[in-house]
């Protein structure tokens, strides 16, 4: 599903991701954990197409084809998701238009008719429930006075709708309680399925306990020090990040 | 995204600039008192409204430019420009569509405004004014059957002279400020209304301005006449063709609501802007003033300025009668050197008057946008009340808001609320959509759109369509 090899990227003239290489496959729930820094957000935004980052080496294919090429709302609707760490508020703009604009793009670009407003508000309202979102969340502006929860929750319902063959969920836990975790995870969850590669970016083990990853992978100073199966992450929240540091160093 | 490839997509060309090659028949250019009695006779004026044009010429030489608002351009030369330019075939004029000049239909076509298919479709009365002169004129006698009277100026002050005398001036007086003045002189054409008393008219009315010879100043005269209990809804258009000069627009419109009667008018103006370097473009001077004179009467003014090089007007209302209502909801677009200095004034003089102000103003590219609104509430304006919400979309970094809210208060009981807000498309805004596959135009055209979405929703039907597709284009490549 998605292959990267030795890549590295900056950002102004800040070198962030130093030859990292990860592989992905379909059916895989990956979780990317390290430090402040090491460049966990940098890789999510990099395979999105933020161009802000500017890739200096190496490459990424998503099914076997060159991904840097291409623009970001080409990728997206290739089947990238990206959930992002601070989704923007976008005031005066429909939730629901955003959603079915999306879904529509996405559509079109497969050869697809676009649904109608029926159509997308019955499946809207599925999802939602799944979430255990508020159908008025749909007549809400896009994120606009949205709580932490809420942000993140409107998130995992866009990935629910525009059904990405690879999901980058970047930081969903961070600013969440404990009920609002649990219901990103089962919304996560119910999107596991054999076609699907989900990649969690993640800080804490914490989120790893409602959505068990399949790989797990340290990422230090842009590159991926140490992989392993979920234990990996249970050691690493045991013996702080120091302990990778130190091992990758020795 | 990048600064490039906003400026690209700023940089979409004006899409309605061609010039229709018609013989024209044009006074040579400049000014005096031989110009105005020229124009007058042309039209063969009664002696009335050459002499009120005359006054009003006197009036102007003795006025000065004036220089307040927040906009920048060169001085005009008013002997530069020729003051009246008429289609040549306006000797003998086409009594139906199909004696009209098949290169005039086209233009309007190219403007998709295809004349015959809105008539059939939306029973939209359309005056068209192709430069100085009415060409064609639909629906005129379902109108007429309905006592309401819908014509050029010109035919107004030929067949209901009386009314001319009784309202011209009345709302706008000749001296009101330096551009009204130059306009009273010499004014070519326009639109009259007049709804009787107790009268809903029938359908909608429009008017399509369209500045086609090159140097010609274009002095629209408007006056839309509203009797007690009677309702209107008046909707004009303006596309402009590209053109290398700057052209001055000076219109006044007047509107008289009396008591009981309703006025609402709704503009789309999408005169040529000028290039991106700021090279030729229209002038636009406007006055444009309602007067709610009697009891319960409203005048709600809904604009969408998307052209000009440069904009400056303040559609107001003197909210004399008690109990009157004004209305002001605008979007102005400047794009590329565009500039605008638009707003509203909101006079209240009668008891319990009540206004409300929406006003949102895009910026792109290098342009200047400015809101510039007056709330005057008279000692005697016991009970009046205002909102105003004035919000400032800035997209790009070159681009500047200003809003310039005046309030004079002279009355203790009134209420007066104001609310601003200036906010930005940022590229975070963009690179969000983009990631859920909306391209970045669907993206900004989403934004914008959702910002002027209380604007949009006061435009009758078939105009909120066109004004959302105009905004897009004026908006196109703006981003970044």
Avoid at chain 1, 95 to 115: D, I, M, S
Avoid at chain 2, 66 to 79: G, L, T, V
Wanted: aromatic share 8%; with cysteine; proline share 4%.
């Amino acid at each position: 599903m998605l292959e990267v090899k030795n890549l590295k990227s900056r950002i102004g003239d800040t070198e962030i991701l130093r030859g990292l290489s990860l592989s992905v496959n379909a059916g895989e729930v990956h979780a990317i954990m390290g430090p402040n820094g090491s460049g966990k957000s940098t890789l999510a935004q990099v395979i999105a197409g933020h161009n802000d980052y500017v890739v200096t080496d190496g490459e990424v294919l998503f099914k076997g084809e060159d991904l840097l090429d291409l623009d970001p709302e080409i990728r997206a609707r290739e089947g990238i998701f990206l959930g992002f760490q601070y989704p923007v508020e976008i005031p005066g703009v429909n939730n629901a238009y955003l959603l079915k604009a999306a879904v529509n793009a996405k559509r079109k670009h497969q050869g697809l008719g676009e649904v109608d407003a029926f159509e997308f508000l019955k499946l809207a309202r599925e999802k939602m429930a799944i979430l255990g979102m508020d159908p008025k969340f749909l007549n809400r502006g896009v994120n606009e006075g949205f709580s932490g929860g809420e942000k993140k929750r409107n998130e995992i319902l866009q990935m629910a709708m525009l059904e990405p063959s690879l999901a980058i969920l970047d930081e969903t836990d961070s600013g969440l309680d404990i009920d609002a975790l649990k219901a990103v995870a089962e919304g996560v969850n119910t999107l596991r399925g054999p076609d699907r590669a989900i990649v969690l970016v993640t800080h804490y083990q914490r989120l790893l306990d409602y959505i068990e990853p399949d790989f797990v992978h340290v990422l230090s100073e842009g590159r991926i020090v140490k992989s392993g199966d979920k234990s990996l992450a249970l050691e690493l929240e045991e013996k702080g990040y120091d302990w990778v540091r130190e091992a990758v160093s020795a | 995204m990048t600064a490039e490839n906003i400026e690209s997509l700023v940089n979409k060309r004006y899409e309605h600039g061609f010039v229709t090659d018609i013989e024209t028949e044009s006074l040579p250019p400049g000014l005096n008192e031989d110009v105005v009695r020229a124009i007058s006779a042309r039209k063969k004026e009664p002696e009335f409204m050459l002499e009120w044009r005359l006054q009003a010429y006197r009036q102007w030489l003795e006025m000065v430019e004036p220089e307040w608002a927040h906009i920048h351009y060169p001085k005009i030369d008013f002997n530069s420009i020729s003051y009246y330019s008429a289609p040549k075939s306006e000797a003998d004029k086409p009594q139906s569509l199909d004696e009209v000049d098949p290169k005039l239909l086209e233009t309007y076509d190219k403007l998709g405004i295809p004349l015959h298919e809105r008539a059939r479709l939306a029973g939209v009365a359309v005056d068209a004014v192709f430069d100085s002169v009415s060409v064609a004129t639909t629906f005129k006698k379902k109108l007429y059957e309905a006592g309401v009277i819908f014509c050029s100026f010109s035919e107004a002050v030929r067949d209901h002279p009386e009314l001319v005398q009784k309202y011209l001036g009345s709302v706008v007086p000749r001296r009101d400020n330096f551009y009204a003045a130059l306009n009273s002189a010499v004014f070519s054409d326009g639109s009259f209304v007049y709804i009787p008393k107790g009268v809903r008219c029938p359908m909608e009315l429009s008017t399509y301005f369209r500045i086609n010879a090159a140097n010609t100043g274009q002095f629209e005269r408007t006056l839309i006449i509203a009797e007690k209990g009677s309702h209107v809804s008046y909707l004009e258009g303006c596309t402009a063709p590209m053109r290398d000069e700057n052209q001055l627009h000076a219109a006044v419109v007047e509107l008289v609501a009396l008591e009981d009667a309703e006025i609402k008018y709704s503009t789309v103006q999408n005169w040529y802007p000028g290039d991106e370097n700021g090279v030729g473009g229209i002038y636009n001077f406007v006055t444009k003033r309602g007067d709610c004179r009697g009891a319960n009467s409203k005048i709600s003014w809904t604009q969408v300025e998307t052209g000009s090089a440069i904009t400056w007007k303040y559609p107001s209302c003197i909210l004399r009668g008690e109990n009157s209502v004004g209305e002001f909801y605008s979007v102005a677009v400047a794009n590329n050197m565009q500039q605008a200095d638009t707003g509203t004034k909101m006079i209240h003089i009668g008891a319990n008057t009540r206004s409300t102000i929406v006003s949102k103003g895009i910026s792109a590219g290098k342009a200047q946008n400015a809101y510039r609104g007056l709330v005057k509430v008279m000692p005697q304006a016991h009970g009046a009340r205002n909102h105003t919400q004035c919000d400032s979309l800035l997209i790009g970094k070159e681009c500047g808001a200003h809003t310039f809210p005046y309030m004079e208060i002279k009355n203790p009981s009134a209420r007066i609320e104001h609310e601003a807000t200036t906010s930005k498309i940022s590229a975070n805004q963009l690179f969000y959509c983009r990631q859920r596959g909306i391209s970045e135009e669907d993206a900004v055209n989403m934004i914008v759109n959702g910002f002027c979405k209380e604007v949009f929703k006061e435009l009758p039907m078939e105009f909120a369509v066109e004004a959302q597709a105009l905004l897009n284009v004026s908006l196109e490549g703006a981003v970044g």
